[in-house]
């Protein structure tokens, strides 16, 4: 179940930066959310339009970073709930948010070197866990894959952290030419990383891309943590709209409350 009590909020925008075409950054201050919120737990944000005439609708993001009494998140403009989010985003107004939700990542494994993969706009969560473990000074890799170098932002951030970086395309038009599990393996094979099994790993992309890593972690008899994003209406293990299989045994999880972060052995990645 839930980690913690969950809040509902006021939050205020304290600024709000498009960090490229239809990526939003936007920074909200709430002592509850930003205090509490563990890495790889989430908020949920009433969505509204100015005249109200759009049904309420809650949208989940991950919190990204956390500073004092405030917190950012990071979304993608993908649907009609996030392009009216980024209008309602203005400085100094006050929107209404529920968190911390979900069950976060399980940072207190045994003390191995943190890996840290994402895909695309999976390093929204992956952002936080690399503030949870450079602050502990645990040493952190962080793979970043996308389609092309399009997909990049806020690059300079993650190159000033004190962290091992790599980027990956599919396309080769930024750093390593394919995707992340095959840098992964490159990197492996050119003594640029340990063995897969002297890491603690956390993945966090689209669905085809976390599945890839959990079998590869399952080959080399390891496992990894990854953090689903399945579409929620509710977002607190109400509407039952969140199942995902088991892996070894019958039954489904709720996402939003067992998880969003689940061991790769114990469910099935859709
Ligand atoms: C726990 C959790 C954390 C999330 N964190 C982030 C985050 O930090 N940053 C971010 O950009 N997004 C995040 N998402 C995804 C985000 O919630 C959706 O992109 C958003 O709800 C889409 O709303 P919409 O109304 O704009 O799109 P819709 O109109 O509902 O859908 C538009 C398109 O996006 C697809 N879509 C909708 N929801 C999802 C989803 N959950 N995953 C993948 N595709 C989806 C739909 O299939 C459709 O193709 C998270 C989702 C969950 C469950
Ligand atoms: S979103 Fe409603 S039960 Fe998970």
């Known amino acids: 179940m839930t980690e913690s009590k969950y809040h509902e909020v006021q939050a205020e925008v304290v600024s709000v930066k498009e960090l490229k075409h239809n990526v939003i950054e936007a920074v909200l201050r709430s002592k509850e959310i930003a205090k509490n919120t563990k890495p790889g737990q989430f908020i949920t944000i009433q969505v509204t339009n ?10 989940p993001f991950a919190v990204s970073y956390t500073k004092g009494d405030d917190f950012q998140i990071i979304f993608d403009v993908v649907g009609r709930g996030t392009d009216i989010l980024k209008d309602m985003l203005k400085a100094g107004k006050k929107i ?40 502990k000074g645990d040493q952190v890799t962080l793979i970043w894959g996308n ?35 095959d840098i992964l393996k490159a990197e ?16 966090v992309g689209p669905g085809p891309m976390m599945k890839a890593v959990a079998d590869y972690c399952t080959e080399m008899d390891h496992y990894c943590q990854v953090s689903l994003e399945t579409p929620m209406a509710c977002g607190i293990g109400v509407c039952q709209g969140c199942a995902v299989k088991k892996k070894k045994e019958d039954g489904y999880f709720l996402t939003c409350v067992d998880g969003p972060v689940f061991n790769s052995c114990s469910v099935e990645i859709p």
């Open 50 to 59: 100015k005249d109200e005439s759009v049904p309420v609708l809650r949208r």
């Open 96 to 135: 209404n948010v529920l968190g911390p939700l979900g069950n976060g990542f399980n940072t207190k494994v045994n003390g191995k070197e943190k890996l840290l993969l994402a895909g695309g706009i999976g390093i929204a969560p992956i952002k936080k866990l690399m503030q949870h473990f450079t602050e």
């Open 147 to 181: 389609r092309d170098k399009s997909g990049f932002f806020d690059i300079d951030f993650f190159m000033d952290q004190n962290i091992k970086l790599f980027v990956a395309t599919d396309d080769g038009s930024l750093g390593f030419e394919g995707n992340v599990l």
């Open 188 to 203: 492996i094979k050119n003594n640029n990383l340990k063995k897969i099994n002297d890491y603690n790993i956390y993945v």
